[in-house]
């Protein structure tokens, strides 16, 4: 299963809304899909998993959505500290990631 | 604190071999099934191979089956990550990761380690 997002870089200010779009290749049976940030330099961070549940700790800003093909991560409302790239995942069979979209200033 | 902390990554000519560990704490380590994935310079993120709780199952991306053989000793809680045949295309950060529901569960990598860089030249 390949996965694509998009845009590939979403250029916002702090305090805009921002919506990231992975597409997946085929339909996923499940709504096995989570959604990492990276900062430069950093690990990824576990956002979203389960397509919709948000991990222990993250703000109620992000959320996410989806099912089949179309999966979507929505930041309500930006914070400096969330101008990061974002991946989307896939588990559900075997793993993959897509190609990641930048958000910045 | 779950962490999980990699070594032995390096500097290493075409060809070579490393072995690279990761040592897990703060959690309960035999529990988890434990992924390595990794990402080359200024690229997105590389699943590459995972391993079950008990070590029993070893899963591989297709593009470095064959080379690479995951294994774990929850014993002394690490996984570990066997690459042969090093080639320029594997020169990447490899970060191990931790499962985020006990035994069999599919789920998301809710813990990642810092990584540790190879480097193939």
């Known amino acids: 299963i390949f996965l694509t997002q998009s845009p590939d870089t979403l250029s916002l200010s702090p305090g805009e809304g921002a919506t990231l779009s992975c597409r997946a290749s085929?339909?996923?049976?499940?709504?096995?899909v989570a959604w990492y940030q990276q900062k430069r330099g950093q690990a990824p961070r576990l956002l979203i998993y389960?397509?919709?549940s948000r991990a222990p700790g993250i703000p109620d800003r992000f959320s996410g959505s989806g099912s089949g093909t179309d999966f979507k991560l929505t930041i309500s409302r930006l914070e400096p500290e969330d101008f990061a790239v974002y991946y989307c995942?896939?588990?559900?069979?075997?793993?993959?990631f897509g190609q990641g979209t930048k958000v910045e200033i | 604190e779950m962490q999980l902390l990699e070594s032995g990554g390096g500097l290493v000519q075409p060809g070579g071999s490393l072995r690279l560990s990761c040592a897990a704490s703060?959690?309960?380590?035999?529990?988890?099934?434990m992924s390595w994935v990794r990402q080359a310079p200024g690229k997105g993120l590389e699943w590459v191979s995972g391993?079950?709780?008990?070590?029993?199952?070893?899963y591989y991306a297709d593009s470095v089956k064959g080379r690479f053989t995951i294994s774990r000793d929850n014993s002394l809680s690490t996984v570990y990550l066997q690459i042969n045949g090093l080639a320029a295309g594997d020169t990447a950060v490899y970060y191990c990761?931790?499962?985020?529901?006990?035994?069999?569960?599919?789920?998301?990598?809710?813990?990642w380690g810092q990584g540790t860089k190879v480097t193939v030249s």
């Open positions: 990761t931790k499962s985020r529901s006990p035994r069999g569960s599919v789920d998301a990598f809710d813990v």
């Open positions: 703060g959690f309960s380590f035999k529990n988890h099934a």
């Open positions: 391993i079950s709780d008990t070590g029993s199952g070893t």
């Open positions: 085929r339909s996923l049976s499940t709504t096995y």
């Open positions: 389960a397509a919709s």
């Open positions: 995942q896939q588990y559900g069979d075997s793993r993959t």
